[in-house]
C-alpha cells in the first residue's frame, strides 16, 4: 500500500525524496559516525615532551636522595659523622636542584594547559587535563617532600654536629620514602595518561 502510493508520486518528487534520503544518511553518518579528526597543538606537544624529561629527572633525583638518606643513616650508625656531614651538604644541594626542576615543570604544564582547549577530539583533550592534573599533583608532593628533606638534614646535621639527638628521624625518613613512591605513582599514572591520549 505504501509502495502504491509512492508510485503515484510524481517522478521529479520521488527523485527528490530519494535524494533528500540519501542527503541525510550521509550527514547521520558523518556527524555520528565517523571519527573526529584528532588536533594537537604543536605547543602542547613540545610542552609535554619536555615536561616528560622534567618529571623523570625529579623522579630520579628524589629515588637518588632515598638511597643516599640511607647510606647518611649508616654513617650515624657508625659513627661517621664528618662522612654524614659531607653527604648532608650534597644532598641539601640535590634539594636545591629538585626544586629548580619543579618551576621549569610546573612552566611546562602551564604551557600544556594553554592548549587544552585545542586539542580534539574532546575525548582526547579530557586525557591530557587528567595527565597534567598529576603532574601538577606531582609537584604538589615534591615541594612536600623537599620540605620533609631539609628538615631530616637539619636535625641529622644537629645531632652530628652534638645540638640534639633527635628522635624525629624515623618519622621523617618515613614520611620521605611516601612522598617518594608518591612522586614516582604520579609519574607513572602522567606516562600511561598520555599512552591513552595517544589512542585518542
Known amino acids: 500500500m505504501l509502495i502504491d502510493y509512492y508510485l503515484r508520486i510524481p517522478k521529479r518528487i520521488r527523485l527528490l525524496i530519494v535524494f533528500l534520503a540519501i542527503v541525510l544518511v550521509a550527514y547521520f553518518i558523518v556527524r555520528f559516525l565517523s571519527i573526529e579528526t584528532k588536533n594537537i597543538p604543536e605547543d602542547f606537544l613540545r610542552a609535554r615532551q619536555e615536561a616528560s624529561l622534567i618529571a623523570q629527572e625529579i623522579v630520579n633525583l628524589s629515588n637518588e636522595s632515598v638511597n643516599k638518606i640511607d647510606e647518611i643513616a649508616k654513617f650515624d650508625e657508625e659513627q661517621k659523622y664528618t662522612e654524614a656531614l659531607v653527604m648532608i651538604s650534597q644532598e641539601l644541594e640535590r634539594n636545591r636542584k629538585a626544586r629548580e626542576k619543579a618551576v621549569?615543570?610546573?612552566?611546562?604544564?602551564?604551557?600544556?594547559?594553554?592548549?587544552?582547549?585545542?586539542?580534539?577530539?574532546?575525548?582526547?583533550?579530557?586525557?591530557?587535563?587528567?595527565?597534567?592534573?598529576?603532574?601538577?599533583?606531582?609537584?604538589?608532593?615534591?615541594?612536600?617532600?623537599?620540605?620533609?628533606?631539609?628538615?631530616?638534614?637539619?636535625?641529622?646535621?644537629?645531632?652530628?654536629?652534638?645540638?640534639?639527638?633527635?628522635?624525629?628521624?624515623?618519622?621523617?625518613?618515613?614520611?620521605?620514602?611516601?612522598?617518594?613512591?608518591?612522586?614516582?605513582?604520579?609519574?607513572?599514572?602522567?606516562?600511561?595518561?598520555?599512552?591513552?591520549?595517544?589512542a585518542k
Do not use: C
Open 104 to 198: 621549569d615543570l610546573s612552566v611546562q604544564l602551564e604551557a600544556m594547559a594553554k592548549n587544552l582547549a585545542q586539542i580534539s577530539p574532546a575525548s582526547a583533550s579530557q586525557k591530557a587535563l587528567e595527565a597534567v592534573s598529576s603532574e601538577t599533583a606531582l609537584i604538589s608532593r615534591l615541594i612536600t617532600y623537599n620540605d620533609y628533606l631539609t628538615q631530616l638534614l637539619e636535625v641529622l646535621r644537629g645531632k652530628f654536629l652534638g645540638k640534639n639527638s633527635n628522635d624525629k628521624i624515623p618519622e621523617l625518613i618515613q614520611k620521605l620514602n611516601n612522598e617518594a613512591q608518591a612522586i614516582n605513582d604520579l609519574n607513572q599514572k602522567f606516562n600511561e595518561t598520555m599512552k591513552e591520549f595517544d
